[in-house]
């Protein structure tokens, strides 16, 4: 019973702690008149994935990598397979042509790149520092595309927080995020030694739900309200963050050996991504059907997740 309130408690200070921290460095960026497209890409993106990147590093240097590389994958699963899923099938999503040519394709390569690197069921710093040095080019090439196409957007209204409020929403902000994530990661453990299941099994399921809900409510929002091409890039940019930033900051500070994330569960990951990007590339659409296939598979996944506990 304890356990299973230190995952509530903990999920409940990481989500807000992430949505202070954002709304923190968000108005702080502004009053230090960085253009909204900038933030958008880096400030705003990055804090939706914190739950995720504050939840894997922890796991990884209290010695459990199996629910660090789980969050991640089962993180992207959930969010390529079920949020888009539930976003097409609340309505329709059309996906911008870049999106589908160089967006999806750069996550498709970057999904394929760790199932790769974790055939040898090690994560070391060598293949760590590859993926973040992957995450920089990402973000220089994505921030050079969106200031040239960000002049009608420069424009931006000033936040409320002065600039001791902002800082003072960071600090705060950030103690959340390290303080849920440590008794979420001790509770979800305690859970699984009492379940008798592996720390895999309980990262790709209870933990990768559980981090995943900003990106949950960010995307089937933006989907409610026309916003489909929102929707997926939060998806992406999502999916992009979990592999290179995250696997890579943490791989660096702690080299991981993977013992209970199989190449089933990597290629379930994988195949998700390329049926997103199948889809996509239907008429720039994620028809309603097709979102309830990605739903239904993620259903079936978890099944079978179960089924072998």
Do not use: H
Not at 36 to 42: E, N, S, Y
Not at 90 to 119: G, Q
Not at 167 to 180: E, M, N, Y
Request: hydrophobic share 55%; with cysteine; proline share 2%.
């Amino acid at each position: 019973m304890i356990s299973i309130i230190l995952v509530v408690v903990g999920v409940a200070l990481v989500l807000w702690g992430a949505d202070r921290l954002t709304d923190g460095a968000t108005a702080l960026a502004q009053r230090m008149n960085v253009p909204q497209i900038v933030i958008g890409l880096t400030v705003v993106a990055m804090g939706t994935s914190m739950p995720e990147f504050f939840v894997s590093m922890v796991s990884a240097i209290k010695g459990t990598p199996d629910l660090a590389v789980g969050n991640v994958v089962g993180s992207n699963i959930f969010n390529t397979m079920f949020i888009v899923g539930i976003s097409a099938a609340v309505a329709p999503m059309t996906i911008s042509r870049s999106a589908v040519r160089k967006d999806i394709p750069f996550a498709v390569v970057a999904t394929l790149m760790l199932s790769v690197m974790c055939m040898d069921g090690n994560i070391s710093r060598t293949d760590a520092g590859i993926l973040f040095a992957l995450f920089i080019v990402f973000m220089v090439y994505t921030l050079r595309l969106a200031r040239k196409g960000a002049v009608d957007v420069e424009e931006k209204k000033k936040e409320d927080l002065s600039v001791v409020m902002s800082s003072v929403f960071i600090i705060v902000g950030l103690a959340c995020l390290i303080g849920g994530s440590n008794l979420f990661v001790n509770g979800a453990s305690a859970i699984a030694k009492a379940l008798n299941v592996s720390d895999a099994v309980i990262g790709l399921t209870v933990v990768a739900m559980g981090t995943s809900l900003p990106e949950l409510a960010t995307s089937v929002v933006a989907a409610r309200k026309g916003r489909s091409a929102m929707a997926m890039g939060n998806v992406i940019g999502s999916n992009v963050f979990n592999i290179l930033m995250i696997l890579g900051v943490t791989g660096m500070i702690t080299p991981m050996q993977i013992e209970g994330i199989t190449m089933t569960d990597m290629g379930v990951m994988l195949v998700g991504m390329v049926l997103v990007w199948m889809f996509s590339y239907t008429k720039y659409k994620v028809a309603r059907w097709e979102g309830f296939v990605l739903a239904a598979m993620f259903v079936g996944y978890m099944a079978w997740l179960v089924s072998n506990i």
